[in-house]
């Protein structure tokens, strides 16, 4: 594998999304990853949709990756893991705090093998604090972060996310820990430990709520899909029963949408100059726009707000993703031959690189499809290796 993180080799120790997710980011851009998976393998094989028993969301989230199995709580494995952390620059785990420490393989042990090791813990709640040995999950981050205080109808309950949103922002940022952890190690010569807790990110993709109530003691309300900063900005189903999506988040935009909808009167009115006293007259203002878009087909909205130049998207589904003419622009969805499931379609690498794109060189491998490739790099013989199976170290 080629790319900008080519010659950076992670040890992923992770299960499930946030630790994982990241590891995939790194070696979607050329990092060397080993997955060690528990012989029964990684809980995310079993999670969600399968087609002929094969986990469809480890195919995304295990591509790239060299798929190992290594049990760290037994000594003979513990001890193998301490010879690859010797030339590894990267360990990504989320196991609860103090596992690590207890199977010999905290960080103060693992700097003694390689001083440059970046230890990255990735957990519910963090390493300090009274929450830290909880079970954490995203659907708690989300929780706790406000997110789903403010989402949902204002006479509905908190919403939560049908997906892993917590876990994919902890993803992400994780990812930039380890490289702004990799470059401080060009600095110093040293490692460090990452302490990622999922709670975190997603606060900062939240905006001002904590300043505001600092300043103001102001707390965000549930408004569905209005603003309280803009408005019209809400979902409105078109004649042939299909849903659109406008924001108005710049004056001129929301001065052509009231012309294209044929009630310019309102850009007169003193309240439409401030995009949250228009919010204040969210009502007048959905009731203008969504009478119009409910009178005309999805195709004849999008082409008359596009003339327009005002701001609209369709909503979409996956099948509505995967023929979008933008996307297939961006060359968002790759497609890959996958030996289990033949030709497979997953979303691409993340960004787009000019001089060291990132790239899917395969999908999620089977379990332990790369033990004897990569135990044999460190002086595993099959002989050695026939014993581990049958004591279950390996699989």
């Given at each position: 594998m080629t790319g900008a993180l080519s010659g950076i080799r992670v040890l992923d120790v992770a299960t499930l999304f946030a630790g994982p997710l990241a590891a995939t980011t790194l070696a979607d851009y050329g990092a060397e990853v080993i997955k060690i998976e528990h012989p029964n393998g990684d809980p995310v094989r079993h999670h969600g949709a399968q087609r002929d028993g094969v986990g469809l969301w480890w195919k995304l989230l295990g591509r790239n990756k060299k798929a190992v199995t290594l049990y760290l709580g037994s000594p003979e494995g513990q001890e193998i893991f301490r010879e690859m952390v010797a030339d590894a620059d990267v360990v990504i785990e989320n196991f609860?705090?103090?596992?690590?420490?207890?199977?010999?393989?905290g960080y103060d042990?693992?700097?003694k093998i390689n001083p440059g090791i970046v230890l990255t813990r990735v957990t519910g709640f963090g390493q300090v604090g009274p929450y830290?040995?909880?079970?954490?999950?995203?659907?708690?981050?989300?929780?706790?972060?406000?997110?789903?205080?403010?989402?949902?109808?204002?006479d509905g309950p908190p919403t939560l996310p049908p997906f892993g949103l917590a876990d994919g922002i902890a993803a992400l940022a994780t990812a930039f820990a380890v490289t702004t952890a990799l470059r401080a190690r060009e600095q110093t010569g040293e490692g460090q430990v990452?302490?990622?807790?999922?709670?975190?990110?997603?606060?900062?993709?939240?905006?001002?709520?904590?300043?505001?109530?600092?300043?103001?003691?102001?707390?965000?309300e549930r408004t569905g899909n209005r603003s309280s900063n803009n408005a019209p900005r809400n979902t409105y189903r078109t004649r042939d029963g299909n849903w659109v999506a406008i924001s108005t988040s710049a004056q001129s935009i929301a001065e052509r949408v009231m012309r294209l909808v044929g009630r310019p009167e309102f850009i007169d009115e003193p309240w439409f100059a401030s995009g949250a006293e228009r919010a204040q007259h969210a009502d007048e203002l959905d009731e203008a726009v969504g009478s119009w878009i409910a009178a005309r087909d999805r195709d004849e909205v999008i082409t008359a707000f596009e003339e327009a130049e005002a701001a609209i998207a369709p909503i979409y589904t996956a099948a509505d993703i995967v023929e979008d003419p933008q996307f297939q622009a961006l060359g968002t969805i790759a497609t890959l031959s996958d030996d289990e499931l033949g030709p497979v379609r997953m979303q691409n690498v993340l960004f787009r690189m000019s001089e060291t794109p990132g790239s899917i060189n395969w999908t999620g491998a089977p379990v332990g499809a790369h033990t004897e490739e990569?135990?044999?790099?460190?002086?595993?013989?099959?002989?050695?290796?026939a014993r581990l199976r049958e004591q279950g170290v390996v699989r």
């Open positions: 609860r705090p103090g596992t690590l420490e207890r199977w010999g393989l042990e693992l700097r830290a040995k909880r079970p954490g999950f995203g659907t708690l981050a989300e929780a706790m972060s406000g997110f789903a205080a403010i989402t949902g109808e204002p990452v302490d990622m807790a999922i709670i975190e990110p997603i606060l900062t993709l939240l905006g001002p709520q904590i300043i505001a109530y600092d300043q103001l003691g102001v707390l965000q990569v135990l044999g790099e460190y002086g595993v013989t099959p002989q050695q290796l």
